[in-house]
């Protein structure tokens, strides 16, 4: 079975986050598209079967299946350009259903999904000290300004915003302990956050419900986060943009566009790469 390698989100043709993408008549099985996910190593592995005019996903970690990903989504955006032409494609996921353009022109293939509905909520102070301590950083780090919360736009994830960049630099935690207690509180990713500017920020993304230490970019947090965002009536004006991975050597740049509606869906959109190796 053919696997692409793509890049989501790339900054030109560096950087990134790299996903895999299987487009393929029907789906192996669970077990077999688990085996798959982790043979390939990437944070995701996305697989794509046609339906109609509309495309059935699924989406693997290397140790478990997750019910959105968004830069395997706009890696998959990217394949199906390539294969099938311009377009928007949609997708019916395990728990939703949204679309993916896909654009290839001469030196510049991009993507972009919409997202499920977004949806936020106050962080328990209980959970907000235990992922402090997992990640070695104190209340005094955090920007009061966007405070801590459980956010979602297709899955779930914690955000912490932090008052500097050196801070967000120093991020670090253990992975095992973390995929115990990620997985316990149903978390998908945690995301930290710097704001640079109103519509500018720095992100950080820790991953160990999925087996990864960090992920370079993610564009279902970002989701999430734009939303939560206007749920807090932050000063966006409808584009946030996102860099993430520059502490991985790994720069990825992740743009979102969304209404004034409360909860309705975001568009994330960036570039994409081919991984030739």
Known sequence: MQVQKIAAFSDGEVGGNPAGVCITEQ???????????AAV?????????????DWRVRYFS????????????????????????????SLQLNQAVITV???????????????????????????????????????????????????HGGADHLVLALKSRSALSAMHYDLAAG?????????????????????????????????VLEDPATGAASAAFAGY???????????????QGEDMGMRSCIAADFSAELGSSIRVSGRARLIVN
């Open 62 to 89: 290397p140790e478990s299946e997750i019910p959105f990903c968004g830069h395997a989504t706009i890696a998959l955006g990217a394949a199906l350009a390539l294969q099938q032409g311009n377009g928007v494609f």
């Open 27 to 37: 789906f192996p099985s669970d077990s077999e598209m688990q085996k798959i996910a």
């Open 229 to 243: 965002l206007r749920d807090l009536a932050w000063p966006h004006a409808g584009h946030i943009d996102l860099v």
């Open 101 to 151: 353009e896909g654009k290839s022109e001469p030196g510049r293939i991009s993507a972009a999904l919409q997202s499920p509905p977004t949806r936020s909520m106050v962080a328990s102070p209980q959970l907000v000290a235990e992922a402090l301590a997992m990640f070695g950083y104190h209340e005094t780090d955090l920007d009061p300004r966007i405070p801590p919360a459980r956010i």
């Open 41 to 53: 190593g990437f944070s995701e592995t996305v697989f794509a079967v046609p339906i109609g005019a």
């Open 179 to 211: 995929r115990v207690w990620m997985n316990r509180e149903a978390l998908v990713t945690i995301l930290f956050v710097f704001a640079e500017s109103n519509q500018l920020f720095h992100t950080r993304n820790a991953f160990a419900s999925g087996g």
